[in-house]
């Protein structure tokens, strides 16, 4: 069973930044692609990045620019560098990691961005 483990959430201003991080129980490289999505109360979950296994990389518009998704992959780590947070980017951010057969997520990581 894999785990996938975040952390690096917490309370910040509008403008500030933080680093989210996601520590997989396996070879990040052995999943077609892995993300981070976010849902906030009231809505439904929704992509924010995502990065394939060659390193591609997908953004939701409302963070280009703005986010940055990368991994490590010795450390089987990937991160969200997220950098002039909005209020709007409020909500619970989830690793997500996709297999062949499994779609695995981790237990989520509050992020809340004060005005």
């Known amino acids: 069973q894999v785990q996938l483990v975040e952390s690096g959430g917490g309370l910040v201003q509008a403008g500030g930044s933080l680093r989210l991080s996601c520590a997989a129980s396996r070879s990040i490289l052995s999943f077609n692609r892995m993300g981070w999505y976010r849902q906030a109360p009231g809505k439904q979950r929704e992509l924010v990045a995502s990065?394939?296994?060659?390193?591609?990389?997908n953004y939701r518009d409302s963070v280009l620019g703005r986010f940055t998704i990368s991994r490590d992959n010795a450390k089987n780590t990937l991160y969200l560098q997220m950098n002039s947070l909005k209020p709007e980017d409020t909500a619970v951010y989830y690793c997500n990691a996709e297999s062949d057969w499994n779609n695995y997520w981790g237990q989520g990581t509050q992020v809340t961005v004060s005005s």
């Open positions: 990065i394939t296994r060659g390193g591609t990389t």
